[in-house]
């Protein structure tokens, strides 16, 4: 069934504010998890909302909170999460460090007992579209096996980085597994085989099953490239943020555990130059103006996809299956009224 942005950030935010969530946190949260659909990246989207509603109804979640910063530097911030929702925790640090970065330059945050981000490039692109390189980095539990390995003893290690131009800014984000375990478990969910190669089962085999993939390992993307820059991003967040190891950690996944991982954000003011942004914005077309392997697949550069399917998104709106909004529908305590009639 096909779902529209208005639609979906109602019935999250109320979701949210139902489970005294401050209406400003509800809205950002629901904000991170809508624009994930838009993107075409549902497991990092509204599958994940009735998790966050358990955590916050356990205890886990304390929606309030923004966390508590100290600066131990001149540019250098830390933050201790409270255990307040991902995003809310990451937006608020995120304004202190645009703030500090415009006159240091350079600004770092390390963010420990927070909860889920969601997908990285939306706090990139907020320090982009104020005129800032941005660059994030997160941990999670232990999903990823080594390269040469079957167990899981690394997180998927998510990067993300955004770099302002005179048009859209360029936006990378990737995780350090082949896939995100959000994928797997949205595979899982929908009753679809995984591609071959993506995981191995919980005895080290390679499997298709999503199901089984769940309890067994990622394989890292770009083999021992990519293993040995998910190790090194490994030790940097544990580094900064003062997080636990990928085999500690806990509560990305489950409705269970506090969460410990760790996330880090790095601002850097590189001045709004015009020229600058130009060369940037000029280079960008040359690379997507290169002859392509396809003659009816143009070159693209990263980011370009998500953009464009979130705007043919705001306008046909975006596919979600209809077991999970239905079973959103029902978590609602306010008004069954959004089940009918809004979804198109």
Known sequence: MRVFREDAMQLASTLLKERDTPSAHAELQAQVLVDAELKGHPSHGLQRLPRILSRIERGLIAPHSEGHATWRSSSFLKVDGLNGLGPVVAVSALEQLHERAKTTGIAIVGIRNS???GML???VEWLAARGQVGIALSSSEALVHPYGGTRAVLGTNPLAIAVPTANRPMVVDLATGVVSMGKVHHHAANGLAIPLGWARDETGKPT????RATKGAIAPFGGAKGYALATA?????CAIAGSAMAPEVRGTLDMDSVCNKGDVFIAIDIGIQSD????LATYLD???ASPPSDAN???AVPGDGAQVRRSEALIHGFEIAPKLWQGLNALNHTTQSLTKGHAR
């Open 286 to 288: 040359l690379i997507r």
């Open 208 to 211: 298709t099953d999503a199901g």
């Open 297 to 299: 697949t143009p070159v």
């Open 276 to 279: 600058l942004m130009l060369r």
């Open 121 to 123: 490039a939306y706090y």
């Open 233 to 237: 991003l490994e030790l940097l967040v």
């Open 115 to 117: 909860n889920h981000l």
